[in-house]
Structures are given as C-alpha cells and as structure tokens.
C-alpha cells in the first residue's frame, strides 16, 4: 500500500510570514507529485506540480523535491489571510494514473 | 478551462436505496476518478476508469460500483446505500500522458445516508 505522510497541523503563521508544508512518501518509483489547495466545504484544486528533483517556483509558492530523500515540500512566503486551507499532498506512480492522497494540513494565515 | 460537474451537491437517502452520482467532464480527458472524502482519513480512491467501459478498483470499491458508457461521463453507483457511505463524494478527470496528468476536480456531493 503506497503511503503519502504530510505534517499532521493545523499549522498557524503570521501574515507576510513563509509557510512550509511537508510531505513524506513510500514508494521509491513515484513520478509525479502534486500540492492541491481545499478551501473548506470547496474540492481541491492544483497550485502545483513537480516531476524533477530541486525547486520549482510559481509566484509565492515554491515546491521542493528530494527524490532520495523521498521528501517533497511546499513552501508559501509572504503568506496571505487567503492562503487559509488545508493543503493536500498527491502523488503518483507507475502507468496506472492513479494518486496517492496526504490527509492534508489545515493552514491558518493569521492577520 | 477544465469544468467537471456533478448531478448534486447535497443528496440526502435512506439506507437500502439505490444510489446514483453522476460526474460530467467537457475536455475529452480520457481518465476519470471516483473518491470519498471524509475527515481525519483523507481523500481515498473508489474506482477509475481510463477508458469508455473500462474500469479499475481503487482501493475501497466494496459496496459501490461504476459505470462509464460515454467518455464524458463517469457514474458511481452504491447499489444498496449504507450510513457508512454517508460522505463527500469527489469526481475528477485527468488527460493521461507524460506530464499532464494532473487531476481537474468537481465541486463534490455530500451525501447523507439516513
């Protein structure tokens, strides 16, 4: 059973502070992964992907992947009240599609 | 942009009954997924299908099952409903290939079973 491990939260910041979300895996040959945002009574929805090893930036959102360390990370800055959600860890393996969900951290962006 | 409906938001049932949610997608992606989300478990995979008639268990397809007779439209069906099932229920479809496989989320169905 493929497993995907996030930091448990609820994770409380400070507004303009980063946030860092984590995620562990278990399977050696994943390839893809994800990060979904979901805000409350909403369905996720992709901020980001990352398929190669290192750190990829999209505005205030940087993912980081460590394929060895089987560790992908996501980090927030200058975090906003709107950030506000559970954020959501997928992974994906083999040739079949399918993602392996974390059971999300609950973010709180205080102002 | 990728639009995935589905037939409910909110469906309220009595145990025993026959249980159909419907998921539509309009970007011809040739994969769909059914999942239940429920609180401190996270979202699990039911059954996805990558092709028209074609369908594969997730990992916890006992008491449901699917049917998918149009590429656009995906069905979960929970053949006698159990207050078990009692859960929000997410449809997501997916263009297979490469590094577009990202999954496109409907907005959900909450569904009690009473």
């Known amino acids: 059973q493929k497993e995907v491990e996030q930091n448990s939260g609820p994770l409380s910041v400070p507004e303009g502070a980063i946030a860092s979300l984590n995620c562990t895996y278990s399977d050696r040959g994943s390839q893809s992964f994800f990060w979904y945002r979901q805000y409350s009574g909403k369905s996720p929805e992709l901020i980001m992907s990352i398929y190669s090893n290192g750190d990829k930036e999209d505005g205030r959102f940087t993912a980081q992947l460590n394929k060895a360390s089987q560790y992908v990370s996501l980090l927030i800055r200058d975090s906003q009240p709107s950030d506000s959600a559970t954020y959501l860890c997928?992974?994906?393996?083999?040739?079949?599609?399918?993602?392996?969900f974390g059971k999300g951290t609950l973010l709180t962006v205080n102002p | 942009d990728v639009k995935v409906t589905q037939s409910s938001r909110y469906l309220v049932k009595r145990t025993g009954e026959k249980v159909f949610l419907e998921c539509v997608q309009d970007m011809d992606h040739e994969n769909m997924f059914w999942y239940r989300q429920d609180p401190g478990l996270g979202l699990r995979l039911i059954y996805f299908s990558y092709d028209v008639k074609m369908k594969e268990k997730g990992d916890i397809p006992e008491g449901y099952s699917v049917s998918r007779e149009k590429k656009e439209r995906f069905s979960l069906i929970l053949e006698s409903a159990s207050t078990n099932q009692t859960s929000m229920y997410l449809c997501a479809s997916a263009e297979p290939g490469g590094r577009t496989d990202t999954q496109y989320f409907g907005p959900g169905t909450r569904l009690t079973v009473l």
């Open positions: 997928a992974v994906e393996g083999g040739s079949n599609y399918k993602l392996t």
